[in-house]
């Protein structure tokens, strides 16, 4: 599997951004997608996952803020984040979980005060 992360960028507080994540290669034996993130010197965190079945989580500290949707036809995953605050700056990973878990590449988001 393949995953290719697209749409970080520069945004002020307040404002919004939407990731995707295209994924590629063995995507049925795929049972969840999700988002990490990860700031130097800090572990990767969980932001938010999506299960094939549409079954969605979040962090508590994105929680009303972001929305992980999908796009089978597409195979890809959004990550849209409204409100955004200068703590989401990071560099958000996408990932597969499956038979094995997968990483795409990090995209950076940095949100401004």
């Known amino acids: 599997v393949q995953l290719q992360a697209s749409g970080g960028g520069l945004v002020q507080a307040g404002g919004s951004l939407r990731l995707s994540c295209a994924a590629s290669g063995s995507i049925l034996s795929i049972n969840v997608m999700g988002w990490y993130r990860q700031v130097p010197g800090n572990q990767r965190e969980l932001v938010a996952t999506?299960?094939?079945?549409?079954?969605?989580f979040y962090a508590t500290s994105v929680q009303g803020r972001f929305t992980i949707s999908k796009d089978n036809a597409k195979n890809t995953v959004y990550l849209q984040m409204n409100s955004l605050k200068p703590d989401d700056t990071g560099v958000y990973y996408c990932?597969?979980?499956?038979?094995?878990?997968?990483w795409g590449q990090g995209t950076q988001v940095t949100v401004s005060s």
């Open positions: 999506i299960t094939g079945l549409g079954n969605t």
């Open positions: 990932n597969a979980v499956g038979t094995y878990t997968y």
